[in-house]
C-alpha cells in the first residue's frame, strides 16, 4: 500500500532553515519522479519542487534560490531544504509522485508537515 510519512517541519523565525524528508513505501521509488508541494492557509497546493530518477530538478519561482531538492533511493527518501525562510513560507508540505515532466500528483496525500515561520 501506498504510503508518505512526512516529517521535518516546525516553528522557526524568519531567516532560519529547515529540512523536510518524506519515506515513501508501497511503490518502486527509483525509477518515478518525486515532488513536494505546499498549502498555505487558505490557498491552494502548489508545486514547490520536482526531482528525477535521474537527479534532473524543477524548481517552481517562489522558491528559486532558497530551496532544494534531493532524493536518497537506498532510502525511499525525498528531502526538501528550505533556507532563509520567509513568513510566506507558511503552509503545510507534502510531498508525491509526479507524472512524466513534472506532472500532476499522481496518488493520494500524506498528513503532510507543517512549517511556521514567524517574522
Known amino acids: 500500500q501506498l504510503q508518505f510519512v512526512e516529517s521535518g517541519g516546525g516553528l522557526v523565525q524568519a531567516g532560519g532553515s529547515l529540512r523536510l524528508s518524506c519515506v515513501v513505501s508501497?511503490?518502486?521509488?527509483?525509477?518515478?519522479?518525486m515532488g513536494w508541494y505546499r498549502q498555505p492557509p487558505g490557498k491552494r497546493r502548489e508545486l514547490v519542487a520536482g526531482?528525477?530518477?535521474?537527479?534532473?530538478?524543477y524548481y517552481a519561482d517562489a522558491g528559486k534560490g532558497r530551496i532544494t531538492i534531493s532524493r536518497d533511493n537506498a532510502k525511499n527518501t525525498v528531502y526538501l531544504q528550505i533556507d532563509n525562510l520567509k513568513p510566506e513560507d507558511t503552509a503545510v508540505y507534502y510531498c508525491?509522485?509526479?507524472?512524466?515532466?513534472?506532472?500532476?500528483?499522481?496518488?493520494?496525500w500524506g498528513q503532510g508537515t507543517q512549517v511556521t515561520v514567524s517574522s
Open positions: 508525491n509522485v509526479l507524472g512524466d515532466y513534472y506532472g500532476p500528483p499522481l496518488y493520494p
Open positions: 508501497g511503490i518502486i521509488f527509483s525509477n518515478r519522479v
Open positions: 526531482i528525477t530518477s535521474g537527479g534532473s530538478k
